[in-house]
Nanobody, 121 residues
Framework: QVQLQESGGGSVQVGSSLRLSCAPS????????MAWYRQAPGKGRELVAA???????VYSDSAKGRFTISRDDVKKLMYLQMDNLKPEDTGMYYC???????????????WGQGTQVTVSP
């Protein structure tokens, strides 16, 4: 069982930046792949970005060029740096983990509770 704790959400204006953090309950070295998902009001969860421990990355079209996923193995945290935020980025952001990049981008094994991001015009 892996517990994931997100932090860093908030309410910001268009064009602002936020950095989300995800802290796993186990050694991050043990986690093969992690991802960030977003759920907008009234919609399903969608993949935003994913990262394998081999540093392969996957981004949604809306995240490319504005968001950066990374992990710090010393601090044992995963991050999502979000720049040039837009109103359509509003939603609950969830951290997820899985045994490989294919699984974490389709059917993650574990989920966090989420952190809210609200972007106002």
């Amino acid at each position: 069982q892996v517990q994931l704790q997100e932090s860093g959400g908030g309410s910001v204006q268009v064009g602002s930046s936020l950095r989300l953090s995800c802290a796993p309950s186990i050694d991050i070295f043990s986690i093969s792949a992690m991802a960030w998902y977003r759920q907008a009001p009234g919609k399903g969860r969608e993949l935003v970005a994913a990262l394998s421990n081999g540093e392969l990355t996957v981004y949604s079209d809306s995240a490319k060029g504005r968001f950066t996923i990374s992990r710090d193995d010393v601090k044992k945290l995963m991050y999502l740096q979000m720049d040039n935020l837009k109103p359509e980025d509003t939603g609950m952001y969830y951290c997820a983990s899985g045994p490989n990049l294919s699984r974490v981008t389709s059917s993650p094994s574990y989920w966090g509770q989420g952190t809210q991001v609200t972007v106002s015009p």
